[in-house]
T-cell receptor, first 114, second 114 residues
Framework: AQKVTQAQTEISVVEKEDVTLDCVYETRDTTYYLFWYKQPPSGELVFLIRRNSFDEQNEISGRYSWNFQKSTSSFNFTITASQVVDSAVYFCALSEAGSYQLTFGKGTKLSVIP | DSGVTQTPKHLITATGQRVTLRCSPRSGDLSVYWYQQSLDQGLQFLIQYYNGEERAKGNILERFSAQQFPDLHSELNLSSLELGDSALYFC?????????????FGPGTRLTVL
């Protein structure tokens, strides 16, 4: 069965600090997809990134970067020079081949303090 | 703005009542998904429709039902409501029927059962 663990329930950082959000997943499939979503205080879920299991190349998008390591079943998310607008709950999610649903972690609440 | 619309934004009702949540997918998307977000269960997949047909079922209660209409909008019907059904209900859509598809989420409907 698929499972996503986000061990960090809440993180607080001071503005401009770097912060890494951890995500560990479990799956028996060799083909799967990993996602990160952001849920700001307004409540909507905003898609950030999708990564397939055959692409271990790290990705950078502005201040955001993602580190995918199959050896440790992890897909971590780093925000560089954090800003107050980054304050949100961040969810890691997994979808397996043959299953159309997303399995979400419990989320990490990030608070960036000015 | 993801392009997915959900109405109403908020819904307050009493136990035992029935409500209908509505979702319009992004233009061109054929798949619609429903998720429930509650404090104790987190984000959970309920059901998926593709081009009018049910394709996957998750932890959806028998009191809940859904359908997707020919114009591709979807409705989630919740009946015999209980206090525990209070949650944020999300609709998501994706272009087709594939595990690689990114699901784009609507703003959610917050249901409060009193």
């Amino acid at each position: 069965a698929q499972k996503v663990t986000q061990a960090q329930t809440e993180i607080s950082v001071v503005e401009k600090e770097d912060v890494t959000l951890d995500c560990v997943y479990e799956t028996r499939d060799t083909t799967y997809y990993l996602f990160w979503y952001k849920q700001p205080p307004s409540g909507e879920l905003v898609f950030l990134i999708r990564r397939n299991s055959f692409d271990e190349q790290n990705e950078i998008s502005g201040r955001y970067s993602w580190n995918f390591q199959k050896s440790t079943s992890s897909f971590n998310f780093t925000i560089t020079a954090s800003q107050v607008v980054d304050s949100a709950v961040y969810f890691c999610a997994l979808s397996e081949a043959g299953s159309y649903q997303l399995t979400f972690g419990k989320g990490t609440k990030l608070s960036v303090i000015p | 703005d993801s392009g997915v619309t959900q109405t109403p934004k908020h819904l307050i009702t009493a136990t035992g009542q029935r409500v209908t949540l509505r979702c319009s997918p992004r233009s061109g998307d054929l798949s619609v998904y429903w998720y429930q977000q509650s404090l104790d269960q987190g984000l959970q997949f309920l059901i998926q429709y593709y081009n009018g047909e049910e394709r996957a079922k998750g932890n959806i209660l028998e009191r809940f039902s859904a359908q997707q209409f020919p114009d591709l909008h979807s409705e989630l019907n919740l009946s015999s409501l209980e206090l525990g059904d209070s949650a944020l209900y999300f609709c998501a859509s994706s272009p087709k029927l594939g595990v690689s598809d990114t699901q784009y989420f609507g703003p959610g409907t917050r249901l409060t059962v009193l």
